[in-house]
């Protein structure tokens, strides 16, 4: 659809804005805290989601893989019943979809679509049925990694790690057959946090596009976390020609955005490192455990020291991966209530995304442009992937 205005507000109130990434369900299970109540330290809740005009969140349950070994899966179904509380509880607010269609009905209704995807593949415990099971409740997508490598991908964050077991060449063969099961049942394969060597092997399997749920550029942020121009160029062109291909998804955390933000961030971590080490063995002493939410308050507690980058950081990432893969490869996928630091300046919630759209087109983009970067670039991904699956199945 062509809109015909230049007002930043009307473009971006006529567009279907689309978040790929937030860790609220933590915040559900572990502090139970309540989707319309008042955000209180975190980043995301209803009313902020209305006034961003945030159309559908993609809510990640992520399972902390050194507190929870051997029970992950009970972790991860603990979270999505947490979730799915929420939302039967806010019905009047909130629709559980699992479609692209689902999507566009809910806004339809002026509900914001409510979808659910599964971070680190360590989450299935080497089990296609578990993938299976995570499906049919709902999950339409998996981050194949978190910060660990899990048997049969690898991650970027412990790549160098010899103490850790990787794969020979990023996928072992039950890596592929995790991949392909993804095709044929309609889930979107996330590279977010994957090794460069997992990263190609997984383009060179998969039926569908990839995306990156929260990632942003390397060449701006010289972190493993962010993508190389080349990977932006092979997210762009996966699948071939056959394919309209895949799309990155910018993560809005301070410390992949700005390189004096992370500069300053690796300063300050051993004296973070020392501090968490201290509540450990204070827990420890104690008989208890410490939860993932105490340590994350405390790296918020150092990140939080740390200047805030300008708004402008994250456009210019928007603009990179754009300028780089095109404007149809380059989407939003925020991190909130994920992130251990301060979001840039002017972005605190779903209720600033509106700034977005005002930035970009003060740097020339249409409304056409926007209106793929807020949401239609996901939309188009993720048709494109229930349309492999159901080639697949038949």
């Keep these: 659809m062509t809109l015909n205005t230049q007002d930043p507000d009307l473009v971006h109130q006529a567009a279907i804005v689309i978040d790929t990434h937030a860790d609220t369900p933590l915040r559900l299970l572990d502090q139970g805290f309540d989707l319309a109540g008042p955000i209180d330290g975190g980043d995301f809740n209803l009313d902020a989601a209305r006034a961003g005009n945030l159309s559908a969140q993609f809510f990640a349950v992520f399972v902390e893989p050194t507190q929870h070994v051997v029970r992950y899966a009970h972790r991860a179904m603990e979270m999505i ?10 019905s009047d607010q909130v629709a559980f979809v699992t479609s692209a269609e689902g999507i566009l009905a809910a806004h339809r209704e002026g509900k914001l679509a409510a979808l659910m995807g599964m971070e680190g593949g360590h989450c299935i415990e080497g089990s296609l049925a578990l993938l299976r099971q995570y499906h ?5 997508y998996l981050t194949l990694t978190w910060n660990n490598s899990n048997g049969w991908a690898d991650s970027s964050s412990d790549l160098h790690d010899t103490l850790v077991q990787h794969t020979e060449d990023g996928l072992s063969s039950f890596g592929e057959e995790v991949i392909r099961e993804m095709n044929r049942l309609g889930m979107m394969v996330d590279i977010s946090h994957v090794s460069e060597p997992t990263f190609y092997r997984v383009l060179s399997v998969s039926r569908a596009p990839v995306i990156a749920s929260h990632s942003s550029a390397r060449a701006l942020c010289n972190t493993p976390r962010n993508l190389s121009d080349d990977m932006i160029r092979a997210v762009a062109e996966s699948c071939g020609a056959d394919s309209k291909g895949g799309v990155v998804m910018v993560n809005f955390f301070s410390a992949f955005l700005s390189q004096t933000y992370l500069d300053a961030q690796k300063v300050m971590l051993p004296e973070f490192e020392r501090a968490a080490q201290e509540l450990k063995n204070q827990a420890t002493a104690e008989g208890q455990a410490i939860p993932w939410s105490a340590i994350e308050r405390l790296r918020r507690s150092y990140g939080d020291g740390i200047p805030r980058p300008p708004f402008s950081i994250l456009i210019d990432h928007i603009d990179h991966i754009a300028r780089t893969g095109g404007v149809d490869h380059v989407g939003l996928g925020s991190d909130f209530d994920g992130v251990d630091s301060q979001l840039p ?5 779903p209720a600033d995304l509106p700034k977005i759209t005002a930035a970009l087109m003060d740097r020339g983009y249409t409304a ?3 209106h793929k970067i807020l949401g239609g670039n996901l939309l188009r991904v993720f048709r494109e992937v229930e349309e492999v699956a159901r080639e697949l199945q038949a």
């Design 81 to 90: 019943d947490a979730l799915k509380r929420q939302i039967a509880l806010h």
């Design 136 to 140: 049919t409740l709902g999950a339409r």
């Design 345 to 349: 300046e002017g972005m605190s919630s």
């Design 368 to 370: 056409d442009d926007c």
